[in-house]
C-alpha cells in the first residue's frame, strides 16, 4: 500500500501521515515495551524516515532517551501522553505506534517479538469473554 495513510495522538494536537510501503510489523512483549506502553505489547511498524509527514502538532512531540544504554526511547505528545511516531536510535528506522493510524496501514503483524517475556496473564485474555463496548455499557 502506497497510499498516504493519517495518523494523531488521542488529544489530535499531534497529527501526521506515512506513506507505504512498510517494512516490517511486530508485536514486541518485552518488558520495556509493556511498560512503555501500560499494555500487554507494542504493536510497531517500522519503514523508512522519509515516509513521515508531520501536518500538526510537531512541537507538541517529546522523546525520552534513556541515560542507560539498552533501554528504548519514545516519542509523545506532551498535551495527551500518546505515544507517536519516531526514529529508532538503534536501527535508524521510523517507528509508528499502530494503534495512532486512523486507516488500516495494509500491512499485518508478522511476529510475536521477545514471546518469552509476555505478561503472565496474556494467554489468559486472549481467552476472556469478548464484549462489543466497555464494561459499563
Not at 544504554?69 to 509523545?76: R, T
Not at 535508524?92 to 505478561?119: C, M, T
Not at 503472565?120 to 486472549?126: S, T, V
Amino acid at each position: 500500500m502506497n497510499q498516504a495513510i493519517k495518523g494523531a495522538c488521542l488529544c489530535g494536537q499531534v497529527q501526521f501521515q506515512v506513506t507505504g510501503p512498510f517494512d516490517e510489523f511486530h508485536l514486541c512483549h518485552c518488558s520495556q515495551c509493556r511498560r512503555s506502553t501500560g499494555t500487554a505489547h507494542a504493536a510497531n511498524i517500522f519503514t523508512s524516515t522519509d515516509r513521515i509527514k508531520w501536518l500538526t502538532g510537531e512541537e507538541l512531540i517529546k522523546r525520552y532517551t534513556p541515560d542507560k544504554p539498552g533501554i528504548i526511547s519514545k516519542c509523545f505528545c506532551t498535551h495527551c501522553g500518546s505515544l507517536v511516531p519516531y526514529t529508532s536510535l538503534k536501527s535508524g528506522k521510523l517507528v509508528i505506534p499502530a494503534g495512532s493510524l486512523s486507516e488500516d496501514p495494509g500491512i499485518e503483524p508478522q511476529d510475536n517479538i521477545f514471546w518469552r517475556d509476555r505478561a503472565g496473564w496474556y494467554d489468559a485474555g486472549l481467552n476472556a469473554q469478548h464484549k462489543e463496548q466497555g464494561p459499563d455499557e
